[in-house]
């Protein structure tokens, strides 16, 4: 049992959402072990919030996992409970006591609800997971979150569109399948992830390597499990790299790979044809997809990178609420900020806010407090690194086009000589058929 004791009647809403995210973080980590056990041992965790008179207050979801693994794996997990002592500051105005009990009992023939797992399958597990964000976490766009509502609406107003208006006599199977595009880091991955909780779904996230197959014809066949797995579960199904998915279909086939490769993608097309639900794909490019996976697809939504005030609102959501400061930041410090990184994706800001912190952290002393400076400081060395990995790229590329324009050169010089040898050679041959010719016309005479 967790509890959460406050020493406030009402608890602040963003706790609650911390709690939530916490609650979703402990059942990665269990999953995260699982790979370490050998026996069933059943875990159940119940979250509870009750108020300062002992009044429960807010329930969150009970999670139950079916874990095999010893009883090592559940003192592991109390480590890794203990372990999270970020949990009390984030109710900022309350007082938080945690208390967790895991039960274990060995139950070798009690499994949880899952997907069916035929006999002498060898085809993958899938299993969908928790979504890991929801769009509170997300800086978007108005016009993109409208466009992203609407489609998912199809399910949320299946009812009335299908029913009531009539669609299902167009159309009788209600799906969306919605595509993002653009930019790497720019939201697409935590957007799928978004959707699936705003729907109240698990999320089965996948991508290329994890479909592909060394044998013909078995790729196919671990899409289709993948669709079953997310039928079964009802879960939101989520294709990153889908260009490897929806790519054009190769018409000169030369090997089995490339059969394999057009097998997978009729395969695809019948799946998202059959398919009831949301199927999200998301990639850098978009300009090879084929024609028939086009006409299927709801939306194209591109996800762009963010402008400065974007930028701004992304450093203020990434920098921790905790972070111990000089002074707080102000709105136009931190739009100056958000100048000096043109360009930038939402991970890569992310990524320069856990660097500022790493430049300070020390365990002996943790009474380190920051800056706009230190902010301002690790952006500019950010963007300089940004160049001069983009100068470096520039230079690989030239370097790869100089050799290539050589070795066309070369080529050209070789064939050249070798048709100047062909033309000597023919000379020659001309002459000694003409010398012959005299030498027979002397001795005729």
């Known amino acids: 049992m967790m509890i959460i004791k406050t020493s406030q009647q009402n608890i602040p809403i963003d706790g609650f959402s911390k709690l939530r995210q916490f609650e979703s973080e402990l059942e990665n980590e269990i999953r995260r072990l699982l790979n370490d056990s050998f026996k069933h041992i059943h875990v159940r965790m119940r979250l509870e919030v009750i108020d300062w008179q002992g009044t429960p207050v807010k329930n969150q979801n009970n999670a139950s996992f079916l874990l095999e693994g010893s009883s090592e794996l559940v003192e592991r997990i109390n480590d890794y409970i203990s372990s999270r002592d970020d949990i009390e ?21 009690i499994q949880e609800p899952q997907a069916k797992h035929k006999v002498g399958d060898n085809t993958p597990d899938f299993f969908p997971s928790r979504p890991k964000y929801n769009f509170d976490q997300i800086i978007l766009p108005e016009h993109l979150k409208k466009d992203i509502f609407d489609a998912v609406k199809i399910l949320e107003c299946k009812d009335l569109i299908y029913n009531q208006w009539g669609f299902g006599e167009v159309d009788p199977v209600p799906r969306s399948i919605l595509n993002f595009y653009g930019e790497p880091g720019t939201g697409k991955t935590m957007c799928a992830h978004a959707i699936a909780n705003h729907l109240g779904k698990q999320i089965l996230a996948l991508n290329y390597a994890q479909i592909e197959s060394k044998y013909v014809g078995e790729a196919a066949k671990n899409l ?47 799946l998202l044809e059959e398919f009831e639900g949301v199927v999200l794909f998301a990639t850098n490019l978009v300009t090879n997809f084929d024609a028939a996976f086009e006409s299927r697809i709801l939306k194209h939504i591109r996800f762009e990178l963010p402008n400065q005030e974007a930028r701004a609102a992304i450093i203020k959501k990434m920098l921790p609420a905790r972070l111990p400061l000089v002074e707080a930041f102000t709105d136009d410090q931190i739009m100056e900020a958000a100048a000096l990184i043109d360009g ?56 790869k086009i100089e050799k290539k324009l050589k070795e066309k050169a070369e080529e050209a010089r070789a064939l050249k000589t070798q048709e100047g040898n062909t033309n000597l050679n023919e000379t020659s041959q001309e002459e000694d058929a003409v010398n012959e010719s005299n030498n027979e016309a002397t001795e005729i005479e």
């Open 224 to 270: 289709q499990k993948a669709f079953d797995v997310a039928k079964q579960t009802d879960s939101v199904l989520f294709f990153d790299e889908a260009d490897s998915f929806l790519g054009k279909r190769i018409e000169n086939v030369t090997q089995g790979s490339d059969q394999a490769l057009n097998s997978l993608r009729s395969q695809m097309l019948i």
């Open 89 to 109: 500051p984030y109710l900022r105005k309350a007082t938080l006591l945690v208390k967790l009990t895991l039960t274990k009992k060995e139950m070798p023939n």
């Open 344 to 399: 930038f994706s939402g991970r890569e800001i992310k990524g320069a806010i856990l660097e500022m912190l790493l430049t300070k952290a020390d365990k002996d002393n943790p009474g380190v407090v920051f800056s706009i400076e230190n902010l301002n400081e690790v952006l500019k060395k950010k963007k300089q690194e940004k160049a001069d990995l983009k100068a470096e790229e520039e230079r690989r590329v030239k370097k």
